[in-house]
C-alpha cells in the first residue's frame, strides 16, 4: 500500500499508553537509526503478529494480520540531514566530580553537562549522610555556583572537580524550606500521604511479596538448595473453587510502615512572629518541639542556624538557654537533646534509602486509592498550615504569588522544535505545566464544591455561579441561562465538558503553530461536574459579543468568521477530517467556516489566536440522534437505532472517523485498482479499436501511470489523516473491520498501487501525456471518488462537515448537493460502527487478542475502536446474540458490571447534589448498603440531633452548592434504588435488567459483590475503610458511616505526548519483529532516555517501555537484567495505574517468571499467588487469563515437587482454558500435557495417559501426524505405556510373592527446573528457538568483530544485504 512516511500516531491524542507498547511499530522515523544505519528497511513494519514476540501479553495483542499501512521505505524525508547533529547532543557523556561536605569524607557523583547545579543538591538533600542540610551553595574553587547554570556552561569544572558544601546564612524562606524539608524526612517511609491521594503520592506493595529490592537480596538468598524452606500453600482464599472474595489482602501490612517515633510534637511556636527588636538580633522564627523523652523545647531559628531558647508555652525568653548548642542544621541541634532522636532519626534514613526509588517518586498525576486502613491523625505542623495559608498551588520557589496558567501553556506551547534537543526541551515543558494545572485545577474546584470559594457573581443562584481561583475559571456543569435548551438542558450542559475536552485534546494534538486552546481540565466532585480553564487574557473585561470574531455565541443564529482563523483552522482541517463549509447568518449571507459553529475564536490581548468551545469538533453520532425525514442504513435499523439519546450532543470518537476513513480508502483502492483490471483486460481482448469500446480501452502503461498518480494523490490524504491516529485505533480496529467487510482487500489494495515503474513516455501514441489528462483513468478516479463520498473528484479526500443537523444552522443554496453528501456520509458512519467496529470488537475478545479484565479495560477496548461506551448495551445485545456466546462470558459479565456501575454512577451523582456536607459519610454508607447489601430494609443514621441546631436560619441557604439541610436521602430503599438503575439502563442503554435486588443481579449474571463494589468507588471517588464487608447478612447493613473515609475527585485532562520518544519506541518495535533483537534494543533503551527527558521517571509509558526491554533481556539471556526492568515495571504500573489495576496484574506476572528464571522460586509464588488474587478481586476466576495465572503457578508448585496443590490449579487452568478456547484449541493440548506431566511425577499413570491421548488426539486433528508436536506427545505416551506396565508388573510381583518380591527401582522424576521453566516460556508465549553451542560461539565471534570495527570506525553498520544472521536463529512470539 501506500507509503505513509508522515509522522504515524506521533501525536497520539487519547491514547491510553498501556497498549503502546503492544502495537507493531510503523518504522517511525527516529534520529538514531537513521544517522547511524545506511540501510532502508524495506518494510518497516513486522507484518505478522504471530512473530511478534512484543505482544507476548496477550491481553493487548493486536493482531496486525490485516495492517494496511505498510510502510515503504519508512523513513522520514529530510530525516538524515537534520538528525546528524541531534544524536551527538544526547550523547554527551557523564563525568564525576567529587563533592565535599562539612563533617562527612568526600565522594564521588556522577554528573552529566546537561544538569543544573539544582540537581546535585536535589541529589545531596536526598543522600543519606547529607539530607538534613537545605541551606548551602557549591563552592569551586571558593566561585559559588549559580543555581541554575548547566554544569557544562561553568568554567573549570571538569573529571575529577572537588566541589565545596559551604553553608549559608538562613533567610526566613529557607528556614522553612529547611523545616518542611526536615518534616518531610520524618513522614518519609509513612503511607498516609497515599491514602489521602496528596503531593502525588500512591501506594505500592511490591517489596512486601519480594522482600525488599530483588536485585541484592535475590544473591543473597541463593544459600543451598532453596527447596527445603518454600511453604508454598496459597491462603485458602487463593485455591480455586474458594468463594470468599477477602477485602483486606489487597493492601497487606508493611511492617516498615509502623513509624519509628523521632519526635512527638514539632510545630510551630505561638510567639511567631519575632518582634523587631529580636528581628534585629537576627531571629526568625520559633519552634515548638517535644522529644520523644518528654522534654518540651522551645527553639529559635536564626539566620546563623538553629539554637534552645529558654521561652515556654506561657513566657516568652528569647535568650539562649544554656548550654546553646547553634546548629546550622535542626537535626544535629536534635541529635544532640535526644537520643532516641538520634537512633531513630539515623534508622529511619537507613530505611528511606534502601526502599527503591521508584517507590517514591512522585506521580505526574495524582492516583487515588478506593481503599485504606484507618490512619492515626498525628499533629503536623507544615500540613496544618498548608491547609490554612491560602498556598494556593504556586511552588515557594516561584517569584511573585500565584502562577499565569495561560501564559504558562502558551509559551510552553511556543518554544522552537526544530530538532531534537529542542522538542524535548518544549514536551518536557509543556507535560509539566500540564501535570501542575491538572493538580492546581483540581484542588481549585474541589474548594469550589467545598463552599471555600467566594463567586465573581455572588448574586446569582448557586448553580450559576462562576469562580475565579489561583487564575483559573470554574463552572459548574449546569445549564445555566438556558444556553443548552435546544440541546438536552443540563444533560447536555453535562457532556459538553468532556466532548470540548476531547475538542481540545485533538487539536493540541495537531499542534499548528500560531493556534492556542484553552487549558481543560473537568472534575467530578461530590456529585458536581466543574470545568476549570486558563483564562484569556482581556476576556473577563470585554462583553462576549465584542471579544468573538469567528464562528457564532448562539448555536448559528449569528455567525461571523475571520480570514486569519480559517486559515489557521485550515492546517488543522485535513488531520481532523473537518470539512471548509459555508452557512448562512441572520443577514442570509453566506460565511465560510472551517469548524462547527460553536467553536469561537478570541483574540486575546496577548495578540494571541485563541479557539474555545469545541465541543462539536467531531461529527455527530447519527445512531442517537433522531432526525425527522431521514432513514438510517439497514444496519443500524436493524439494532432498533436511531435511539433517542439524552442530549443532541452524540459525537463520533476520533479513532472512529479515523477507523472510517480507513476503511473507506481501501475500498477506493480496490474499485480504482478493478476497474483498471477491466479496462486492461477489455483491452486486451479486443485488438481492434472500435468505437464501442473507446471508454474503457486504455494502454497497459497508461493504467500503471494512473495507479502511481492515485497513489500519490490517495498517499497525500490519507498519510495527513494519520498525523493524529488515536492510539492503536488505526492498527486495530480499522483493519480488522476493514477485513471482515472485505477480505480480499489488502491483497487487492497493495498489489496493484505499487504496481509497475511508471515510464510515461512510454505510452502508445508516442506523445507524452499526465496520466490524469487521460479521460479514462481520470474518470475511474472520479468513479472510486464517488463511490465512496470523497469530497474531491481527483483523489481520495474525506472530511466531515461537523455541523450537519446542527439545530438552528442553516446551508447556503448552492451547497445543497455537498450538503446531501455529508448527510450520507454520516449515515455510512454511523452503519460503520454497528457493521464493523462492534463485530470486530466481539472477535478480537473470540480470538482473545483483546482481553478486557475490568471496567476501565473494557471501555479502553471499546475507545480504540472508536465505539462510545452508550453503546455498551448495544455491544451486550450482539454479544448474547453470538453463536460462540458461552467463550465470551467473561466479556459480557464484565459488561454487564459497568453497565450497572455505570448507571448507579448517575443515580448517585444527583443522589450526593441533595446532602449537606455533615450527612455526607452517612449517605454515601447508606447508598453503597442500597446497592450492593442484601440487608433487606437499609435505614439510613441520620446526623444526632444534638448536632442540629434548632434554630434553623432560613437566610443562608443555598449559598454552598452542597449547602441544601435536605434529608431526602435518607428515604431511599434498596429496592427503589434497583428500579432506578434498570430504568437508568433501560433509558440510557436501552438495555433489559431483569432484577429487582442486587442479590438476583449477582445470582443471574454470576457478578462479584466486591467487584461492583471496585467499579462504584472507583467511578464514583469514594474511599472505603478496608475490613472483611458482610455484603450477605440479612441481619445487619455492610457498610457504617464510619466505613466512609473519604470522597475524592475524578478528574479528566489532556496527557501530552513524547512525540520523538514514541517514534525511537516504535522502530525498536519494529526492528524486535524483524528479528535484529540487538539493535531493537539500542533503540528502546534510547526510547526510555527521551521518555525519561520529557515525562520524568514516573509514566505509563515509561512502563510500557520497562516491560518490553524486559523481555529483550530475558529473551537475550540476561535475567538478572530482565528482572531489574520488570520490576521497575511493577513498582511503576503500582504507582501510576493502581494497585489492583489489569496492567499491574500482567507485569506481576512477568515478574514471576523472571524471578523463577533467577531461582528465586519462593518469590515467583509469592507474586503468582498476588496475582491470583488481584484477578480474583477485580474480575473473579472466571476468565481466560485466570488460566495462565494458574497454568503458572501449577508449573511452579510441580518445580518444587508440590504435585496435589500443582494439579488444583492445572486443572482449573484446562477447565478455563476448554471453556474459552474451545475444546480442540491446541491451548488446551498443552494444559493436558501439563497436566499429565504432573500425574507421572506422582506415579498415577493411568490418568496421565488419558491426559496425554486427549491432546494427542488434539494434535493430530489440528497438525496432522508429521508435525513435530504430534510426535513430541506420542513419544511421551510411549514413555508412560512402558512406565505404566514396569510399575504394574512390579505390583503383580509384590502381590504374588508377598514380601519377598525382588522388585525392580522404579523410576520417578522429579521435574529438573530447566524443563519447568522450558513449559512456563512456552505457556508465557516465549519460545526459544534451540543453538547449538557453536552456532552462539559463531554468533557471538560475529558481533564482537562488527562492534571492534565498528569502534575502529571501519564500517557504519552492516549493510542491507548482511544483516546480523538472527532471523532464524530467534526467540519468536
Not at 511492617?255 to 528581628?279: A, E, F, H, I, Y
Not at 438476583?1000 to 449474571?1005: A, P, R, S
Not at 463494589?1013 to 450477605?1032: A, H, M, P, V
Request: hydrophobic residues 35%.
Amino acid at each position: 500500500m501506500v507509503s505513509k512516511t508522515d509522522d504515524i500516531p506521533a501525536s497520539v491524542p487519547d491514547c491510553n499508553p498501556v497498549d503502546l507498547a503492544d502495537e507493531a511499530g510503523d518504522g517511525a522515523r527516529d534520529s538514531k537509526e537513521t544517522s547511524r544505519t545506511s540501510e532502508k528497511d524495506s518494510c518497516g513494519c513486522g507484518r505478522s503478529a504471530d512473530t511478534a514476540m512484543v505482544n507476548g501479553d496477550g491481553a493487548h495483542e493486536h493482531t496486525e494480520e490485516a495492517e494496511s499501512k505498510q510502510d515503504g521505505n519508512g523513513e522520514a524525508d529530510g530525516g538524515e540531514d537534520s538528525n546528524e547533529q541531534e544524536v551527538i547532543v544526547i550523547q554527551d557523556t557523564g563525568f564525576t566530580v567529587k563533592i565535599q561536605a562539612p563533617g562527612t569524607e568526600p565522594f564521588d557523583l556522577q554528573v552529566s553537562p546537561q544538569e543544573m547545579v539544582q540537581e546535585i543538591h536535589q541529589v545531596l538533600m536526598d543522600r543519606e549522610d547529607t539530607c538534613h542540610r537545605t541551606c548551602f551553595s557549591l563552592q569551586l574553587d571558593g566561585n559559588v555556583l549559580d543555581n541554575f547554570a548547566e554544569l557544562k556552561s561553568i568554567e573549570g569544572l571538569q573529571e575529577g572537580s572537588l566541589l565545596k558544601v559551604v553553608e549559608e546564612p538562613y533567610t526566613v524562606r529557607e528556614a522553612r524550606i529547611h523545616v518542611r524539608h526536615i518534616r518531610d524526612l520524618l513522614k518519609s517511609l509513612d503511607p498516609s500521604d497515599a491514602y489521602n491521594g496528596v503531593d502525588c503520592n500512591s501506594l505500592s506493595f511490591l517489596s512486601i511479596f519480594t522482600d525488599g529490592d530483588l536485585g541484592d537480596s535475590g544473591k543473597r538468598k541463593k544459600k543451598g538448595n532453596e527447596l527445603e524452606q518454600i511453604d508454598c500453600t496459597p491462603p485458602e482464599h487463593i485455591l480455586p473453587g474458594s468463594k470468599e472474595r477477602p477485602l483486606v489482602p489487597l493492601q497487606p501490612q508493611n511492617k516498615d510502615w509502623k513509624p519509628m517515633q523521632c519526635l512527638k510534637v514539632l510545630t510551630m511556636s505561638g510567639w511567631n512572629p519575632p518582634p523587631g527588636n529580636r528581628k534585629m538580633h537576627g531571629d526568625l522564627m520559633y519552634l515548638y518541639i517535644v522529644t520523644v523523652e518528654e522534654r518540651h523545647v522551645s527553639v529559635t531559628a536564626s539566620t546563623r542556624g538553629f539554637y534552645l531558647n529558654q521561652s515556654t508555652t506561657y513566657t516568652f525568653n528569647p535568650k539562649p538557654a544554656n548550654p546553646s548548642f547553634l546548629s546550622h542544621s535542626l537535626v544535629e541541634l536534635l541529635s544532640q537533646i535526644s537520643p532516641a532522636f538520634k537512633k531513630n532519626f539515623t534508622a529511619l534514613q537507613k530505611k528511606r534509602v534502601q526502599r527503591h526509588p521508584f517507590e517514591r517518586i512522585a506521580t505526574p498525576f495524582q492516583v487515588y486509592s478506593w481503599t485504606a486502613p484507618q490512619v492515626d491523625h498525628a499533629m503536623d505542623c507544615v500540613r496544618a498550615e498548608d491547609a490554612y495559608t491560602s498556598r494556593l498551588g504556586y511552588e515557594e520557589h516561584i517569584p511573585g504569588q500565584t502562577r499565569d496558567w495561560n501564559e504558562e501553556l502558551q509559551t510552553t506551547r511556543e518554544l522552537p522544535r526544530k530538532n531534537l534537543p529542542e522538542r524535548l526541551l518544549r514536551e518536557r515543558a509543556i507535560f509539566k505545566v500540564h501535570s501542575d494545572f491538572a493538580a492546581a485545577a483540581t484542588r481549585g474546584a474541589m474548594a469550589v464544591i467545598d463552599g471555600n470559594v467566594m463567586a465573581i457573581n455572588p448574586g446569582e443562584e448557586t448553580r450559576m455561579q462562576m469562580f475565579i481561583w489561583n487564575n483559573i475559571f470554574f463552572s459548574l456543569g449546569f445549564d445555566v441561562r438556558d444556553h443548552y435548551r435546544e440541546l438536552g438542558g443540563d444533560a447536555a450542559a453535562h457532556a459538553a465538558p468532556t466532548n470540548d475536552l476531547n475538542g481540545v485534546r485533538a487539536y493540541g494534538a495537531v499542534d499548528v503553530e500560531g493556534l492556542y486552546t484553552l487549558g481543560t481540565v473537568v472534575v467530578d466532585y461530590r456529585g458536581y461536574r466543574v470545568t476549570a480553564q486558563s483564562i484569556i487574557p482581556g476576556i473577563l473585561e470585554r462583553e462576549q459579543e465584542q471579544s468573538v470574531i469567528y464562528g457564532s455565541i448562539d448555536f448559528g443564529k449569528t455567525v461571523v468568521t475571520h480570514s486569519k482563523y480559517l486559515e489557521l483552522l485550515d492546517k488543522t482541517s485535513r488531520p481532523l477530517k473537518v470539512q471548509k463549509h459555508s452557512v448562512l447568518n441572520e443577514k442570509e449571507e453566506t460565511v465560510e467556516l472551517c469548524s462547527s459553529v460553536e467553536c469561537k475564536g478570541i483574540i486575546g490581548n496577548d495578540g494571541r489566536h485563541y479557539i474555545l468551545d469545541l465541543l462539536r469538533t467531531f461529527p455527530p453520532d447519527l445512531n442517537f440522534l433522531p432526525v425527522d425525514g431521514e432513514e438510517l442504513s439497514p444496519e443500524s435499523q436493524r439494532l432498533g437505532l436511531p435511539r433517542q439519546h439524552r442530549h443532541r450532543l452524540a459525537c463520533l470518537r476520533q479513532e472512529l472517523i479515523e477507523a472510517f476513513v480507513e476503511h473507506r480508502y481501501l475500498l477506493f483502492m480496490k474499485m480504482a485498482a478493478l476497474q483498471l483490471m477491466q479496462q486492461k483486460a477489455n483491452k486486451d481482448s479486443i485488438k481492434t479499436d472500435a468505437p464501442a469500446i473507446t471508454e474503457s480501452s486504455e494502454t497497459p502503461t497508461e493504467s500503471s501511470a494512473d495507479k502511481a498518480r492515485t497513489q500519490t494523490t490517495a498517499a497525500e490524504s490519507s498519510n495527513a489523516a494519520d498525523v493524529s491516529t488515536d492510539s492503536t485505533s488505526q492498527s486495530d480496529s480499522s483493519t480488522s473491520a476493514a477485513s471482515q467487510t472485505a477480505p480480499e482487500s489488502d491483497e487487492n489494495s497493495s498489489k496493484p498501487t505499487t504496481n509497475g515503474p511508471l515510464d510515461p513516455a512510454a505510452t502508445q501514441n508516442g506523445e507524452c501525456k499526465s496520466p490524469l489528462e487521460d479521460p479514462k483513468s481520470r474518470e475511474v478516479v472520479l468513479n472510486a471518488c464517488k463511490a465512496v463520498g470523497s469530497i474531491s473528484n481527483t483523489s481520495f479526500d474525506i472530511r466531515f462537515n461537523p455541523d450537519i443537523f446542527s439545530p438552528g444552522v442553516r446551508f447556503p443554496e448552492d451547497s445543497a448537493e455537498d450538503v446531501k453528501k455529508q448527510k450520507q456520509l454520516l449515515k455510512d458512519s454511523a452503519a460503520f460502527l454497528v457493521s464493523c467496529q462492534i463485530p470486530s470488537l466481539v472477535k478480537d475478545c473470540l480470538d482473545h487478542s483483546a482481553l478486557p479484565m475490568d471496567g476501565a479495560t473494557l471501555t479502553e477496548a471499546l475507545h480504540q475502536r472508536g465505539i462510545n461506551v452508550r453503546y455498551l448495551g448495544t455491544v451486550l445485545e450482539f454479544v448474547d446474540k453470538t453463536p460462540a456466546k458461552a467463550q465470551l462470558e467473561h466479556f459480557y459479565r464484565i459488561g454487564i458490571t459497568e453497565l450497572i456501575t455505570r448507571c448507579a454512577k448517575h443515580i448517585f451523582k444527583t443522589y450526593l447534589q441533595g446532602v449537606e456536607l455533615s450527612a455526607l459519610s452517612a449517605a454515601v454508607s447508606h447508598f453503597l448498603n442500597c446497592f450492593l447489601s442484601s440487608f433487606p430494609d437499609a435505614v439510613a443514621h441520620l446526623p444526632p440531633d444534638e448536632l442540629v441546631s434548632r434554630r434553623k436560619s432560613r437566610k443562608r441557604r443555598n449559598r454552598v452548592p452542597g449547602g441544601g439541610d435536605n434529608t431526602a436521602w435518607a428515604s431511599l430503599t434498596p429496592s427503589e434504588l434497583w428500579k432506578n438503575i434498570a430504568s437508568e439502563a433501560k433509558s440510557y442503554y436501552h438495555f433489559i435488567l431483569q432484577c429487582e435486588s442486587v442479590d438476583q443481579v449477582v445470582e443471574k449474571y454470576g457478578l462479584q459483590k466486591i467487584t461492583l463494589l471496585r467499579e462504584i468507588s472507583i467511578k464514583t471517588g469514594i474511599q472505603i475503610l478496608i475490613k472483611e464487608c458482610n455484603f450477605d447478612s440479612r441481619h445487619k447493613p455492610a457498610f457504617t458511616e464510619e466505613d466512609i473515609l473519604n470522597i475524592f475527585p475524578v478528574v479528566k485532562h489532556v496527557n501530552p505526548k513524547a512525540s520523538d520518544a514514541f517514534h525511537f519506541f516504535q522502530s525498536g518495535q519494529a526492528k524486535v519483529q524483524q528479528g535484529f533483537l540487538k539493535e531493537g534494543c539500542e533503540l528502546i533503551n534510547e526510547a526510555l532516555n527521551l521518555f525519561n527527558n520529557v515525562y520524568g521517571a514516573m509514566h505509563v509509558e515509561i512502563c510500557a517501555c520497562l516491560r518490553l526491554l524486559a523481555r529483550l533481556n530475558y529473551i537475550m539471556g540476561d535475567h538478572p537484567e530482565a528482572l531489574s526492568n520488570q520490576q521497575k515495571a511493577v513498582l511503576m504500573s503500582e504507582r501510576v495505574l493502581g494497585i489492583e489495576h489489569p496492567n499491574t496484574i500482567q507485569e506481576y506476572m512477568h515478574l514471576a517468571l523472571y524471578c523463577f528464571a533467577n531461582g528465586q522460586l519462593s518469590t515467583a509464588l509469592k507474586l503468582l499467588y498476588r496475582a491470583r488474587y488481584l484477578m480474583l478481586l477485580v474480575c473473579g476466576e472466571d476468565h481466560p487469563e485466570m488460566a495462565l495465572i494458574d497454568s503458572n503457578i501449577g508449573l511452579v508448585l510441580h518445580g518444587v515437587m508440590e504435585y496435589d496443590l500443582s494439579l488444583r490449579f492445572l486443572e482449573n487452568a484446562l477447565t478455563i482454558n476448554t471453556k474459552y478456547h474451545g475444546p480442540r484449541s491446541l491451548k488446551v493440548a498443552l494444559s493436558h500435557h501439563l497436566v499429565a506431566r504432573v500425574y507421572e511425577s506422582k506415579a498415577e499413570f493411568r490418568s496421565a495417559l488419558q491426559h496425554e491421548k486427549e491432546g494427542y488426539t488434539i494434535y493430530k486433528n489440528q497438525m496432522g501426524e508429521a508435525h513435530e508436536k504430534t510426535k513430541e506427545s506420542s513419544e511421551y505416551l510411549k514413555y508412560l505405556t512402558q512406565q505404566a506396565v514396569a510399575l504394574q508388573r512390579t505390583m503383580n510381583e509384590i502381590y504374588k510373592n508377598g514380601s519377598n518380591a525382588s522388585i525392580t527401582p522404579l523410576k520417578f522424576t522429579a521435574p529438573s527446573m530447566a524443563s519447568v521453566l522450558e513449559q512456563l516460556n512456552i505457556i508465557n508465549g516465549i519460545i526459544f528457538i534451540p543453538l547449538s553451542q557453536k552456532d552462539l560461539e559463531n554468533l557471538k565471534a560475529e558481533v564482537q568483530r562488527r562492534q571492534q570495527l565498528q569502534e575502529l570506525g571501519k564500517i557504519d553498520e552492516p549493510t542491507e544485504d548482511t544483516p546480523l544472521e538472527l532471523e532464524d536463529k530467534i526467540p519468536i512470539d
